[in-house]
């Protein structure tokens, strides 16, 4: 299914999440869709082998359905299939979520790799006070142990 470009910036944007440079055009970006209509997105820049999820978002009329959940842990599969070693995301309002539920860690933006300390989104779009956060990815149980706090 082809997804309307300006109906996925309009869900970015509600949510104060940065549209521009979200990567519609690349091959690892997910839309999901209930009964055709659009109720979430998410995405991974890719980096070598680090990646950086970003722009997840669940429309609002379409949360506490599990969208979120399922978007997060299909991305994480997807970094993990293509041999990524470790996923960053920044967040100013998910922490928790990305913590309890995806097995994400909050680790300092000093420790970010250099290829995501040049990201559009961690030098210019995100604000420092944003958080962020890793998981890596060759601990696969990290995932299993968070799906069995879901």
């Known amino acids: 299914?082809?997804?309307?470009?300006?109906?996925?910036?309009?869900?970015?944007?509600?949510?104060?999440?940065?549209?521009?440079?979200?990567?519609?055009?690349?091959?690892?970006?997910?839309?999901?869709?209930?009964?055709?209509?659009?109720?979430?997105?998410?995405?991974?820049?890719?980096?070598?082998?680090?990646?950086?999820l970003r722009s997840l978002v669940v429309a609002p009329d379409q949360r506490g359905r599990g969208f979120g959940l399922a978007l997060a842990r299909r991305l994480v599969s997807w970094a993990v299939e293509h041999g990524l070693r470790e996923l960053y995301l920044l967040t100013e309002t998910a922490a928790p979520f990305f913590e309890r539920k995806v097995g994400f860690d909050v680790v300092s933006r000093d420790e970010a790799p250099p290829e995501i300390r040049t990201s559009d989104e961690f030098?210019?779009?995100?604000?420092?006070?944003?958080?962020?956060?890793?998981?890596?990815?060759?601990?696969?149980?990290?995932?299993?142990?968070?799906?069995?706090?879901?």
């Open 123 to 150: 030098a210019r779009q995100c604000p420092a006070s944003a958080v962020l956060m890793r998981q890596r990815l060759d601990h696969r149980s990290r995932l299993a142990k968070a799906r069995t706090r879901a």
């Open 1 to 52: 299914m082809a997804y309307d470009l300006p109906i996925l910036r309009q869900l970015l944007r509600a949510e104060d999440l940065p549209a521009e440079g979200a990567g519609f055009d690349r091959t690892d970006f997910l839309v999901m869709d209930d009964a055709g209509r659009v109720c979430g997105c998410g995405g991974i820049e890719g980096y070598g082998d680090v990646g950086l």
